[in-house]
């Protein structure tokens, strides 16, 4: 696995670069929002499966609570998530074969999504995350939306908190735009760029 993940790796870069996008090298994501912060680093690789949920902890037993929020899998993409440990919520966005998902590991005490990620399929197969680490609720990094502007870009909102931020209102929102690579091996999601502004108070 390791030696198809490098090549991929390299072809992916190959490819890339040839398109004019830098690559950064691949490094240790932060946690929370942080990662937003420096240059995008790859974190998708063509060809691999979706991540498998975290263990449940103590926010898992929220779910008896929380059963209104959880979707019911509809199709072949949903069902691979939920075989994967993960719980859906909010409505399945689309544009072409590709397709953007919601899913959560647990829940707050208001039944918000904790430790959640959006996850792209393309034709039915994963093609990365739009986050190299799991998202919380009104945490900083948390993402708020996606928008397709067609089956080959995208762009996620992720919710920016300072030390000094009420939980119900940041004070900064960074866009991240992303672009969704067909290969070989399977597409593959790759960070282009990421812009921070200051939200209206």
Do not use: H, K
């Amino acid at each position: 696995m390791r030696g198809r993940r490098a090549g991929a790796a390299v072809l992916l870069a190959a490819g890339l670069a040839a398109a004019g996008t830098v690559v950064a090298d691949a490094q240790a994501p932060a946690r929370g929002g942080d990662w937003l912060d420096r240059p995008l680093s790859v974190w998708n690789w063509p060809g691999v499966p979706p991540p498998r949920a975290p263990e449940a902890g103590e926010e898992a037993r929220n779910r008896q609570y929380c059963e209104a929020s959880i979707r019911l899998p509809t199709s072949e993409v949903d069902r691979t998530l939920t075989e994967a440990g993960w719980f859906l919520f909010s409505a399945v966005q689309g544009w072409g074969d590709a397709v953007v998902l919601m899913a959560n590991a647990a829940w707050d005490g208001m039944c918000r999504p904790s430790q959640y990620q959006f996850f792209v399929f393309v034709d039915g197969r994963f093609a990365g995350t739009l986050s190299p680490v799991l998202m919380d609720s009104r945490t900083d990094g948390a993402g708020q939306r996606v928008t397709l502007g067609s089956d080959r870009e995208l762009t996620a909102d992720f919710l920016r908190y300072g030390e000094s931020d009420p939980l119900c209102c940041p004070t900064r929102l960074t866009e991240a735009r992303f672009q969704i690579v067909r290969g070989a091996e399977g597409p593959v999601v790759v960070p282009l760029g990421a812009a921070t502004r200051a939200l209206p108070r």
